[in-house]
């Protein structure tokens, strides 16, 4: 019998084989009822699930290689009070649970150890990541020295392989610049708030901490310069009247067009290793769908920001140096001169946080799911060839036991009765997410709510990650109490009025215009264009340290996070004010 009878075969009796086992994340799968009374709690991780997840990125890249990378640095570091963080998956999403440090005594022991690991950081940060930087750029040329032209069978196996050592090797270099630096931003805050009542909302902690430059919006900046070289050369109608997939051609009518097409193939073919997303191997990179960054392009030039004299950020950084040292000298002046070595080493380490954390998400992240996506796509494109599964992109429905299972003979393998299955429910998912937001439970737990959740298992770790990024801290105080309709925690502070614009996925932000309050489950680096038109951000997820916080306060753009809710209760076009500084956000219009 045929390898398409056997197919057929399988469809018609599938109703006799629907025991096989074909979930998404074997051993990771999330089951409430064995995990729940292990850990107690399981968190979402909802800055990295929104939208659902493939299963090749949610099991081998967040569920193994990040849990992998969270226990690996809690080691390095000896975290006091946690041993590190387990990832489970369910729905597309992973979910966290922590390993608390509750003895005293060694809480204590491992605090010696931890000063003594950070110290380094301290010292040298920037000498330490610019190491790992080289690292990771000698790491991601060996991959991409792959040629599928030369390939034999062997060749795609070790491949693989390469790329999932790379998985494990990424991790645990971008958790030693994220914990130390955030590290550094959770002790000042704890100094601040012990000694001062100064915690990370205020806006004189955010002054010390931001103004930095990074090579994410060293991009974002050679994107403007381009968008405005295009107005400069007479080009502004050409993108305002082509769509981004059309401009390919069309300024391909014009030698200016073709001068300024070559400028932009320059600029990617240095910067084009970038994906997309920064959680998923499903969305492509820049050099592989150029329409990305020319939509970007488009959007600078349509929406006025290529008609300023001076790029944003610099006028920003501007103005936020001066606030920077202005606050930093307030604070110091409070210390007592015996501690003011340690405030300036834990100030100068914690300054490093914003800047890493946009840096590490395009040199750990972007880049790689873009090293990552060209590489399984060959592999795919291997297995498809020999009828192991549909389409080179059903390689992304497969997990590395599986795609090892295949790759020496694959044209004896049929793996199409799982990806299929999986392409079909990760597509339902994803389409749910882009209909009715997030709809997945923020956590599993056996405490009596959330709250008591966050105190109980997240809280006592002090582990910054996840309380300032990943799960982020509640808000205070309750929307009913601020006479608020919706409340979150603040990101900058500040106060906006204006028309909500609620986006969901990133390729929608061109419906953002100047002036809107853009309203987000939350952001990445490909949204950060946004905050130089919207009046504000409110996102539903995320902490001080998350994305939307960090680029609302170097835009100097009122900003609220996890407010859990606001994609949910708040339709676009409606009128709503914000005050970042309370988290408060008031809808004003609620008749639409």
């Not at 000498?127 to 599928?148: A, D, R, T, V």
Request: aromatic share 12%.
């Amino acid at each position: 019998m045929g390898r398409e009878e056997l197919w057929a075969q399988w469809e018609r009796e599938r109703p006799r084989a629907e025991d096989a086992i074909w979930d998404c994340a074997p051993g990771y799968e999330l089951i409430p009822e064995v995990d729940v009374p292990l850990n107690h709690s399981w968190f979402l991780d909802g800055t990295h699930s929104c939208p659902p997840m493939d299963p090749f990125s949610v099991y081998e890249y967040w569920a193994r290689g990040c849990g992998h990378g969270l226990k690996f640095i809690n080691s390095f570091f000896s975290l006091p009070r946690s041993y590190g963080t387990e990832g489970r998956v369910r729905e597309g999403a992973i979910y966290w649970a922590f390993y608390v440090v509750r003895d005293e005594k060694e809480i204590r022991e491992r605090e010696a150890r931890f000063r003594e690991a950070l110290r380094p950081f301290l010292e040298d940060f920037d000498g330490i990541w610019e190491k790992h930087k080289h690292e990771l750029q000698s790491m991601y040329q060996k991959i991409l020295s792959f040629n599928p032209r030369e390939a034999r069978n062997i060749d795609y196996i070790h491949l693989h392989w390469d790329c999932i050592e790379s998985i494990f090797r990424v991790w645990e270099i971008h958790f030693q610049g994220m914990q130390s630096s955030y590290s550094a931003w959770i002790l000042l805050e704890e100094e601040c708030k012990r000694r001062f009542g100064l915690d990370d909302k205020s806006e004189d902690f955010q002054d010390m901490l931001r103004g930095f430059d990074n090579e994410v919006y060293r991009v974002d900046r050679e994107m403007w310069e381009l968008a405005k070289t295009a107005v400069d050369m007479g080009l502004a109608d050409v993108f305002k009247e082509k769509s981004a997939e059309e401009l390919t051609s069309a300024l391909q009518l014009s030698d200016r067009g073709k001068e300024w097409w070559q400028k932009f193939m320059n600029f990617l073919d240095v910067r084009g290793w970038r994906s997309i997303s920064s959680i998923s191997i499903a969305d492509p990179y820049w050099l592989e769908q150029p329409s990305t960054p020319l939509r970007k392009i488009k959007d600078l030039i349509i929406k006025g920001e290529a008609m300023r004299k001076d790029y944003i950020l610099d006028e920003k950084r501007k103005e936020f140096s001066a606030k920077r040292e202005a606050a930093i000298n307030k604070l110091l002046e409070k210390v007592p001169d015996a501690d003011k070595a340690w405030f300036r080493s834990l100030i100068n380490l914690a300054q490093r946080a914003s800047s890493y954390s946009e840096e590490h998400d395009l040199l750990c992240e972007m880049t790689h799911f873009a090293v990552l996506r060209r590489s399984y796509l060959h592999i795919g494109e291997w297995l498809a060839k020999n009828g192991c599964i549909d389409r080179p992109e059903d390689v992304m429905f497969l997990i590395s036991p599986e795609i090892e299972m295949c790759l020496l003979v694959p044209q004896r393998n049929d793996m199409r009765w799982i990806t299929r299955r999986r392409r079909a429910q990760w597509e339902q998912w994803r389409a749910r997410f882009a209909k009715e937001g997030e709809f997945r439970p923020p956590v599993y737990t056996d405490r009596s709510n959330i709250q008591e959740a966050i105190a109980l298992d997240l809280l006592p770790t002090l582990d910054p990650i996840f309380i300032k990024i990943v799960v982020g801290e509640l808000p205070s105080v309750s929307a009913e109490e601020i006479g608020a309709d919706i409340v979150g925690i603040c990101g900058c502070p500040g106060v906006a009025e204006g028309r909500a614009r609620v986006v969901m996925q990133y390729m929608d932000l061109d419906q953002l215009q100047p002036g809107e309050i853009l309203v987000c489950p939350q952001t990445s680096p490909e949204w950060t264009t946004a905050f130089s038109i919207a009046a504000g951000v409110i996102a539903d997820r995320g902490g001080t340290l998350s994305h939307a916080a960090i680029i609302g306060r170097e835009y100097g753009v009122p900003t609220i996070v996890n407010t859990f809710v606001a994609c949910e209760k708040i339709k676009t076009g409606q009128r709503i004010r914000m005050d970042a500084s309370k988290g408060a956000v008031y809808i004003l219009d609620k008749e639409q």
